[in-house]
């Protein structure tokens, strides 16, 4: 079994902000594979299904971005996934332009609050990792209000792209070709 953990706040205020792409990402794997998004376990709302003949688990974490791992660890312990092959979290990237994504298979929080809390929670930075570049914070902007403000209009189109390239990853990485989807996908786009 695989989870696939979007990153995001849980309050309805916080729908289609910047901080949630990872739960907007979660919506649309559910929608595309008809899986429900409702049961509460360990913190998070959850759904099982299948892509591409893969079990899934998928995770929309209850516990606010900063405390994610609270949410996840114990997911992870209790479905007994090897955290570094079976677990894909996807999160907001600020570093890249909106809609692009970066594929890893492991590595620091780069400053993701949400990343750092899960690297903490598990004890160890081996988990594969989907972002999704949603602009860079402008001058002279609060980095909170930033992340947790809406994207314009001008925006959104490069987003829902984004989405369905992450989707597109998603599938590459549970086919086990985490490095095919490194090589078609983090390449820079121009906007």
Not at 74 to 82: R, S
Not at 153 to 167: N, R, S
Request: aromatic content about 6%.
């Amino acid at each position: 079994m695989y989870i696939i953990a979007g990153l995001g706040n849980p309050k309805k205020e916080y729908d289609n902000t910047r901080h949630n792409i990872g739960f907007a990402l979660i919506d649309e794997l559910a929608d595309k594979y008809n899986i429900s998004v409702m049961d509460i376990k360990h913190k998070a709302l959850t759904g099982k299904g299948m892509i591409g003949g893969h079990k899934v688990l998928l995770v929309k974490p209850l516990t606010f971005m900063n405390l994610s791992g609270e949410s996840i660890r114990p997911l992870a312990d209790y479905f007994k996934i090897d955290a570094s092959t079976e677990l894909i979290v996807v999160s907001d990237d600020i570093s890249l332009p909106p809609g692009q994504i970066r594929v890893r298979k492991r590595g620091s929080a780069g400053g993701h609050n949400g990343l750092k809390n899960i690297i903490q929670q598990l004890g160890s930075e081996e988990f594969q990792r989907v972002r999704i570049g949603v602009g860079e914070k402008p001058k002279g902007y609060d980095l909170a209000d930033y992340v947790l403000g809406h994207f314009s209009k001008e925006e959104q189109p490069f987003m829902k792209e984004g989405i369905e390239k992450a989707i597109g990853a998603i599938e590459m990485m549970l086919d086990g070709d985490i490095d095919g989807a490194m090589n078609e996908f983090n390449r820079k786009v121009s906007l």
